[in-house]
């Protein structure tokens, strides 16, 4: 095969298992972009370059996500102005594919802030309502090992912040793509950028919505945290808690079903009335969730205890064929076995964390 040939057709394998997130460094993606192609036997100057599967990627994303992926771009900026704002006294830059346009589904706000004390960037964040997660990277580079500090804070976009030193401020940090000095944008800056870009865009009014619109994960986390401390009857649930029954249901809808996201998340909030009134915990759980779940995952949870009494044969003849008329009927008869085989003392569960980003990473794959 003509090397050029050769290096278009890994390039373009490369950008696909970055874009459908198999890979997510450039380096292996090439390695085994090239051992499906050529079997590995491709020398280093027909491997393509950092840019060369950038491009590749982006043109999957103008593909597959046409004019949805300008509108999330132009909400992504929103949310990162917001955030800078909340972090001005740490000189925060907008970096990555948020600065250049670059996005893609699923992509994340990379920011840079400058400060010697992290736990400081925490404490500005968490006053806004900002919660976020440190992680310390030790990475190997042509022979120097080095540690980055980030901020990983889970809201409507993903952020991922990138701490230096407080002097750091003006160093000129160079792109691992181009290894030109990376694009990156001051609060300033980014307002400008955002004027000229959408011209007809009420900056402010953007802003203050991104801030208003709620996280309907932050919501489901809201209402299945307190159910830790939910204890069940041990005769019907010797396994203890509320939430660790949830995330056991959770976890059994997946291995049936991994890409039904209403399924899951009806297996997975089917409980959380149990935290707000036990008397009817499903009449509260869908008055606590309605606005933040599709009609589907209500109907499957409004629905549960009846597919519970259909299982033990407790359920009349005319509410059995109400249930069976439905298109969901199978669905939710699968949400029935997996509540009630959800109740294994000692059993293998997800964290809650997980769960979650489980289910948000389907709702990124759909175009949310």
């Known amino acids: 095969m003509p090397s050029e040939k050769l290096r278009r057709r890994i390039a373009w394998e490369a950008a696909r298992l970055m874009y459908a ?12 972009a090239a051992r499906r192609i050529a079997g590995g036997d491709v020398k280093p100057r027909d491997l393509p370059s950092n840019r060369e599967i950038r491009d590749e990627i982006q043109a999957f994303a103008r593909l597959h996500e046409g004019d949805r992926r300008t509108e999330n771009l132009r909400e992504m900026r ?12 740490f000189r925060p830059r907008l970096i990555g594919s948020t600065m250049t346009g670059h996005v893609r589904q699923g992509s994340d706000i990379d920011l840079h802030v400058f400060s010697d004390s992290v736990e400081a960037v925490v404490a500005a964040l968490a006053a806004e309502g900002l919660f976020g997660e440190v992680e310390r990277k030790r990475v190997r580079k042509q022979g120097e090992e080095r540690v980055f500090t ?58 203050l919505e991104v801030e208003n619109k709620l996280d309907r994960f932050q919501i489901y986390e809201m209402l299945l945290l307190p159910l830790e401390h939910v204890r069940e009857d041990p005769r019907y649930h010797p ?55 599709t009609d589907r995952t209500a109907w499957l949870i409004r629905h549960h205890m009846d597919a519970r009494l259909l299982q033990d044969g407790q359920l009349g003849v005319r ?19 997996c509540d009630r085989d959800g109740r294994m003392a000692g059993a293998e569960a997800p964290e809650l964390e997980e769960a979650l980003e489980y289910v948000r990473e389907l709702a990124r794959m759909g175009g949310e």
């Open 150 to 207: 980030h901020i990983h804070v889970q809201d409507r976009f993903p952020f991922e912040l990138t701490v230096y030193a407080a002097d750091l401020a003006h160093y000129v940090f160079k792109s691992s793509v181009t290894g030109k000095a990376i694009e990156r944008a001051s609060i300033a800056q980014l307002e400008q950028l955002m004027a000229q870009e959408y011209p007809d865009l009420p900056l402010e009014q953007a802003v």
């Open 239 to 293: 396994e203890g808690d509320a939430l660790y029954h949830s995330l056991q249901t959770f976890d059994l809808a997946r291995a049936e079903s991994p890409y039904d996201e209403e399924l899951l998340l009806a297996a997975l909030l089917h409980d959380v009335g149990k935290g707000i009134d036990r008397r009817d915990h499903t009449a509260a759980g869908l008055e606590a969730l309605e606005g933040f779940i």
């Open 21 to 32: 997130r198999d890979e997510t460094e450039y380096f292996r993606a090439k390695l085994k």
């Open 319 to 337: 509410a059995r064929r109400r249930l069976e008329a439905s298109p969901n009927f199978d669905e939710l008869m699968l949400l029935a076995d």
């Open 78 to 89: 929103a949310a990162a102005l917001r955030v800078m704002r909340i972090l001005r006294q």
